[in-house]
């Protein structure tokens, strides 16, 4: 068995390890040559916990290879899966395809032999259909099937979620197609991993759909701890009286500032869009697009009232500027608002990061990066908590109160024990939690 991944990004680059784990022989191309040099040397482009060892281990053993040459590595695969990105397309947040298209031009022209197409990246509706008419009419010759087999993976918890997953979805009418790829997930079949066979319209929809109900989960909690905060309740004990209920479930329940990421605001948009265009609305979506955003942008509004309503020519900390814990990844992260509108308030933000300070540079001007989180902190009017990286989960709140200017601290994530930072001298507040500061 032989698999060409095309487009060594995030998912990618982790797919195409973790099927090489499976004993697979695979190729991950990209078109960037600089990425493909990189790799050859050993170095690993993006931060995913667990990845660097998988890729060497499976370098050493000759079943994983980098290259630039697509059409080597598409001549001698069964299966070619596509995982280039697919960003919102600027102006109308529709999934641009323009990647997803030329891969499959250069599939057409490449493949020899019965070739399995299976696209990995999240792609709308009909994009399946779309491929199969671009092969078809670049090879009338070609001997193929596509196949919709989307992702799930967790930045962060990538690997895991890859080799353990809660479900596979396989979408495709091809027999034959599906006993392909009953092989190439053939380690999972042993597990009794359930494997959801669908057609390509389905598994295609089942992408979008599965994140914009988790986008919506989150932001439902949002809004319930803003209630909370209005009437004097515990976001933490709703989250967990309803997330006992089997039919919530307890996970995606942690209100904080907002989602992030290079997934859920893009589909969530890209499935709202597809939707209007097909004549159905989501209008749940729609909503959830609408109020994350202006969560993201509020947040610093709650800053600026710790603060005692202003911001001007102060000295604000911000620690952790990912969209979450442990990834270097920054698209969409609601720092980005976050530190935006505290400066555009009159505010000089010193920022730390534990991974994500590199990626951060290319999005985020105009900050302070410091070298650790009590640098950043050093002479600070006020510490806004944004990222629950592990590293913030336990500072040392004397010595923090030391550092600081005032010992205010904004917790964004409820990392903090409420009443034992207020026992530590600090005006604190958090999302959803009683503010016992406002209320004395
Ligand atoms: C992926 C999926 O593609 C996207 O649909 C999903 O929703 C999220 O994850 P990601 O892996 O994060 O995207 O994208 P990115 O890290 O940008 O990687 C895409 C890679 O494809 C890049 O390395 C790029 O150089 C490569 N590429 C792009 C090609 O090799 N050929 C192209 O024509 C275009
Ligand atoms: C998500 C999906 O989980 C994954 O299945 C899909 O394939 C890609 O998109 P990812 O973007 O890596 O994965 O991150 P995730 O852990 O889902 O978090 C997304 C955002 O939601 C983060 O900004 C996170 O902080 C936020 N979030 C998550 C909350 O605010 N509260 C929660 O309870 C959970």
């Given at each position: 068995m032989q698999i060409a991944m095309i487009g060594a990004g995030y998912v990618g680059l982790v797919s195409g390890a973790c099927f090489s784990e499976f004993g697979i022989d695979v190729k991950c191309v990209d078109t960037d040559s600089g990425k493909i040099a990189r790799l050859l040397k050993g170095e690993i482009p993006i931060f995913e916990p667990g990845l660097d060892?998988?890729?060497?281990?499976?370098?050493?053993?000759?079943?994983?290879?980098?290259?630039?040459?697509?059409?080597?590595?598409?001549?001698?695969?069964?299966?070619?899966?596509?995982?280039?990105?697919?960003?919102?397309r600027r102006g109308d947040g529709f999934a641009d395809l323009s990647y997803v298209?030329?891969?499959?031009?250069?599939?057409?022209?490449?493949?020899?032999?019965?070739?399995?197409v299976v696209t990995k990246s999240t792609v709308p509706v009909g994009t399946g259909a779309e491929i199969e008419r671009i092969i078809r009419d670049t090879r009338p010759d070609a001997d193929f099937d596509v196949v919709s087999n989307p992702e799930f993976l967790r930045e962060g918890a990538a690997i895991g979620d890859f080799m353990r997953p809660d479900r596979v979805v396989i979408g495709t009418e091809s027999e034959r197609a599906r006993k392909t790829m009953q092989r190439i997930y053939r380690p999972l079949y042993l597990m009794e991993t359930p494997i959801v066979h669908t057609s390509v319209e389905s598994a295609e929809l089942t992408k979008y759909a599965a994140n914009?109900?988790?986008?919506?989960?989150?932001?439902?909690?949002?809004e319930i701890a803003d209630l909370c905060e209005k009437v004097g309740g515990d976001v933490h004990d709703v989250a967990r009286g309803i997330g006992l209920d089997g039919r919530i479930g307890r996970k995606f329940l942690h209100a904080g500032p907002g989602y992030g990421g290079s997934c859920f605001?893009?589909?969530?948009?890209?499935?709202?869009?597809?939707?209007?265009?097909?004549?159905?609305?989501?209008?749940?979506?729609?909503?959830?697009?609408?109020?994350?955003?202006?969560?993201?942008?509020?947040?610093?509004?709650?800053?600026?009232?710790?603060?005692?309503?202003?911001?001007?020519?102060?000295?604000?900390?911000?620690?952790?500027?990912?969209?979450?814990?442990?990834?270097?990844d920054m698209r969409d992260a609601p720092s980005l608002d976050i530190v935006s509108a505290l400066q555009a308030a009159g505010a000089r933000v010193r920022v730390y990061d534990p991974q994500g300070m590199e990626e951060a540079k290319k999005l985020m001007d105009g900050a302070d990066y410091c070298e650790g989180a009590y640098e950043a902190m050093d002479g600070a009017d006020a510490l806004v908590i944004v990222t629950e990286w592990n590293a913030f989960r336990a500072l040392d709140l004397a010595r923090v109160k030391q550092t600081m200017k005032t010992p205010i601290m904004v917790d964004l994530r409820n990392i903090y024990d409420p009443e034992e930072v207020r026992a530590a001298g600090f005006d604190y507040t958090c999302i959803g939690r009683p503010n016992l500061a406002l209320e004395a």
């Open positions: 060892e998988l890729i060497e281990r499976n370098i050493a053993e000759g079943r994983l290879e980098f290259t630039t040459d697509l059409k080597q590595a598409v001549s001698a695969a069964d299966a070619v899966f596509i995982a280039v990105g697919t960003p919102s298209h030329a891969a499959a031009r250069e599939i057409a022209v490449a493949m020899t032999g019965y070739t399995v914009a109900f988790l986008a919506a989960k989150i932001t439902f909690i949002n605001p893009k589909d969530t948009l890209a499935l709202a869009r597809t939707a209007q265009q097909a004549g159905a609305p989501l209008r749940i979506v729609e909503s959830v697009i609408e109020i994350n955003a202006e969560r993201k942008r509020n947040m610093a509004q709650r800053v600026i009232a710790q603060c005692g309503g202003t911001v001007e020519g102060k000295t604000i900390a911000v620690l952790g500027l990912t969209f979450k814990p442990n990834t270097d």
